[in-house]
């Protein structure tokens, strides 16, 4: 379509100013300040402005003053209404080579200016210099670049890297690459154009360090078109967090990763797994660890299509949209679904149902989950505590980062088993249906149903249903009181504990909050309902009862 007089076609550019070396798609960033990164959108005139200008749509929100428009003229679509701008091409950087950036962060000495801002205030306030221990061993160990095993070059303006030759000479023994936040952007390009603009760059890179095991290329904008990538079989470790790449590039850069041990794809908004030739992501023989944190994902579904990953120990899923989690079905596989996975993270996302929880004891190896921020974990939204997921839970022995010790173990099992007695009054059918796990525990502690009893009466009986707890004062206004241990019926229920508690410790005018606190759980847990009873919240022997103040 022709354009018209207040809109320009970015395809049909003007001649550009011999001097500039920016073409539309070149990723840049302002003149000193690497961190200010963003893509060539325009070049050309502008109306009412002489010469040439680049117009550039930023990476970060708010640093730019438009959409790619100016004075009712579009010159180019941004992505937002406040990340475009026009600028003059000698206050933008094309970025550096490789080896030009290594030379910055590790030859560069230290200015005078630099080395005046290290200093401490000493007690009369005055400024008393700080030279760093062994600061020239360091920087002479650091700067003897054939050595080095271990680089960062993040947000140095890495566009292309130079020399193969010069890099693989320079940098034999390099195992470990952070080339987080530059300019690169292609894998590989076949141009007749031998401007190093237009160089191969993460390939070639790759190619160039016979010894790199670790490549970090997070918050690089990756360009979609990739192809000739060549074979990388020294690559174990890559991270692609923040780039942009969706899963139809991954299963094009798989051929040449064939021994890649971890994948690191975080904030990619991935919203699905679309294998090439098959329902189920093939290959990646030796991949352990793939962290899908921070996406879009909504449907298990499109979890289940890397079960058959035969290596897999660790999924990271922290950050997602998933609502539910099931075991596949075995028929049809070639492998055992999930078959090496030990590690399974689903902390934020919105799983609400138990069945979820349940359904991860059918997975062989799974010992380590991670369900904190979930709403089955939220109290407050009808979740349950700790106890009750490693009682379900019958493999864990980690547990929203925290180690389940056997005692704990033993303890919560115990504590479940008794709150479902004391809540379920339907049939047996039903109580193995919302408790799958009930019967087992149940017959492996020897606990008994508790009815009436008929031969223990007075003192004895009820001594048998006393719970030894600890309780704790941690309001700010009730002052230093030691902690007390009490026991008590587990009939009693929240609101009689507040009333003992302003008795035990003589709160006088305070209205007390009560919160059990849990081995393993980073927060305690608020008892906001004065009709449930202590066995009925599954406090057992040995808990611990905070209590505060209302504010």
Not at 149 to 165: M, N, Q
């Given at each position: 379509?022709?354009?018209?007089?207040?809109?320009?076609?970015?395809?049909?550019?003007?001649?550009?100013?011999?001097?500039?070396?920016?073409?539309?798609?070149?990723?840049?960033?302002f003149?000193?300040?690497?961190?200010?990164?963003?893509?060539?959108?325009?070049?050309?005139?502008?109306?009412?402005?002489?010469?040439?200008?680049?117009?550039v749509?930023?990476?970060?929100?708010?640093?730019?003053?438009?959409?790619?428009?100016?004075?009712g003229?579009?010159?180019?679509?941004?992505?937002?209404?406040?990340?475009?701008?026009?600028?003059?091409?000698?206050?933008?950087?094309?970025?550096?080579?490789?080896?030009?950036?290594?030379?910055?962060?590790?030859?560069?000495?230290?200015?005078?200016?630099?080395?005046?801002?290290?200093?401490?205030?000493?007690?009369?306030?005055?400024?008393?210099?700080?030279?760093?221990?062994?600061?020239?061993k360091?920087?002479?160990?650091?700067?003897?670049?054939?050595?080095?095993?271990?680089?960062?070059?993040?947000?140095?303006?890495?566009?292309?890297?130079?020399?193969?030759?010069?890099?693989?000479?320079?940098?034999?023994?390099?195992?470990?690459?952070d080339?987080?936040?530059?300019?690169?952007?292609?894998?590989?390009?076949?141009?007749?154009?031998?401007?190093?603009?237009?160089q191969?760059?993460?390939?070639?890179?790759c190619?160039?360090?016979?010894?790199?095991?670790?490549?970090?290329?997070?918050?690089?904008?990756i360009?979609?078109?990739?192809?000739?990538?060549?074979?990388?079989?020294?690559?174990?470790v890559?991270?692609?967090?923040?780039?942009?790449?969706?899963?139809?590039?991954?299963?094009?850069?798989?051929?040449?990763?064939?021994?890649?041990?971890?994948l690191?794809?975080?904030?990619?908004?991935?919203?699905?797994?679309?294998p090439?030739?098959?329902?189920?992501?093939?290959?990646?023989?030796?991949?352990?660890?793939?962290?899908?944190?921070?996406?879009?994902i909504?449907?298990w579904?499109?979890?289940?299509?890397?079960?058959?990953?035969?290596?897999?120990?660790?999924?990271?899923?922290?950050?997602?949209?998933?609502?539910?989690?099931?075991?596949?079905?075995?028929?049809?596989?070639?492998?055992?679904?999930?078959?090496?996975?030990?590690?399974?993270?689903?902390?934020?996302?919105?799983?609400?149902?138990?069945?979820?929880?349940?359904?991860?004891?059918?997975?062989?190896?799974?010992?380590?989950?991670?369900?904190?921020?979930?709403?089955?974990?939220?109290?407050?939204?009808?979740?349950?505590?700790?106890?009750?997921?490693?009682a379900?839970?019958a493999?864990?022995?980690?547990?929203?980062?925290?180690?389940?010790?056997?005692?704990?173990?033993?303890?919560?099992?115990?504590?479940?088993?008794?709150?479902?007695?004391?809540?379920?009054?339907?049939?047996?059918?039903?109580?193995?249906?919302?408790?799958?796990?009930?019967?087992?525990?149940?017959e492996?502690?020897?606990?008994?149903?508790?009815?009436?009893?008929?031969?223990?009466?007075?003192?004895?009986?009820?001594?048998?249903?006393?719970?030894?707890?600890?309780?704790?004062?941690?309001?700010?206004?009730?002052?230093?009181?030691?902690p007390?241990?009490?026991?008590?019926?587990?009939?009693?229920?929240?609101?009689?504990?507040?009333?003992?508690?302003v008795?035990?410790?003589?709160?006088?005018?305070?209205?007390?909050?009560?919160?059990?606190?849990?081995?393993?759980?980073?927060?305690?847990?608020?008892?906001?309902?004065?009709?449930?009873?202590?066995?009925e919240?599954?406090v057992?022997?040995?808990?611990?009862?905070?209590?505060?103040e209302?504010?």
């Amino acid at each position: 379509m022709q354009a018209t007089s207040n809109s320009r076609d970015p395809t049909r550019q003007p001649t550009p100013d011999p001097g500039s070396t920016f073409r539309v798609g070149q990723r840049v960033h302002f003149i000193g300040q690497p961190r200010r990164i963003g893509t060539v959108k325009y070049v050309g005139p502008v109306e009412g402005y002489s010469g040439i200008w680049i117009g550039v749509d930023w990476d970060a929100d708010g640093e730019g003053k438009h959409d790619g428009s100016h004075n009712g003229v579009s010159y180019f679509t941004a992505r937002g209404s406040d990340t475009a701008s026009f600028v003059r091409s000698h206050n933008l950087s094309p970025g550096v080579a490789l080896l030009e950036a290594l030379e910055t962060r590790y030859r560069t000495a230290s200015t005078k200016e630099e080395e005046d801002e290290m200093y401490v205030l000493s007690t009369r306030n005055k400024r008393v210099s700080v030279e760093l221990l062994g600061k020239h061993k360091i920087e002479d160990k650091v700067s003897r670049f054939e050595e080095l095993t271990s680089a960062s070059l993040s947000y140095l303006g890495v566009s292309f890297p130079g020399s193969p030759d010069h890099v693989s000479s320079t940098l034999p023994s390099l195992k470990e690459l952070d080339l987080s936040g530059n300019l690169l952007a292609n894998w590989e390009v076949c141009l007749p154009c031998f401007c190093v603009l237009y160089q191969p760059d993460i390939g070639i890179i790759c190619e160039g360090l016979p010894a790199l095991t670790a490549l970090n290329l997070s918050n690089n904008a990756i360009s979609p078109d990739i192809f000739n990538v060549p074979q990388l079989s020294n690559i174990r470790v890559l991270v692609l967090n923040q780039t942009g790449v969706i899963w139809k590039q991954v299963e094009v850069l798989k051929d040449s990763l064939p021994y890649v041990e971890e994948l690191h794809l975080m904030g990619n908004n991935l919203r699905e797994i679309t294998p090439v030739s098959s329902t189920v992501v093939q290959g990646f023989n030796f991949l352990r660890l793939l962290n899908l944190e921070n996406n879009c994902i909504s449907a298990w579904d499109e979890i289940v299509k890397l079960s058959q990953l035969r290596s897999l120990d660790q999924i990271f899923l922290n950050n997602n949209n998933l609502n539910h989690v099931w075991y596949p079905d075995f028929g049809g596989l070639d492998e055992v679904p999930f078959k090496s996975l030990s590690g399974l993270f689903l902390g934020s996302n919105n799983i609400e149902d138990l069945d979820s929880v349940d359904s991860l004891n059918s997975f062989p190896k799974l010992m380590d989950i991670r369900l904190s921020e979930n709403p089955v974990a939220d109290h407050g939204k009808g979740g349950v505590p700790r106890f009750v997921f490693i009682a379900r839970l019958a493999k864990v022995q980690i547990l929203n980062g925290s180690e389940i010790s056997p005692r704990e173990r033993k303890e919560s099992e115990i504590r479940y088993v008794r709150l479902v007695m004391s809540k379920s009054h339907g049939s047996s059918e039903e109580i193995r249906r919302l408790h799958p796990r009930f019967a087992e525990l149940k017959e492996f502690h020897g606990l008994e149903d508790e009815r009436p009893s008929t031969g223990a009466s007075g003192p004895q009986k009820m001594a048998s249903g006393l719970i030894s707890i600890s309780l704790k004062c941690v309001g700010a206004s009730m002052g230093e009181k030691p902690p007390l241990l009490k026991k008590l019926p587990g009939t009693t229920t929240v609101g009689k504990l507040k009333n003992l508690c302003v008795s035990f410790f003589k709160l006088k005018s305070i209205k007390p909050v009560l919160f059990l606190q849990e081995e393993g759980s980073p927060l305690p847990t608020l008892l906001e309902d004065d009709m449930e009873s202590l066995i009925e919240l599954g406090v057992g022997n040995q808990s611990t009862i905070l209590v505060d103040e209302r504010p």
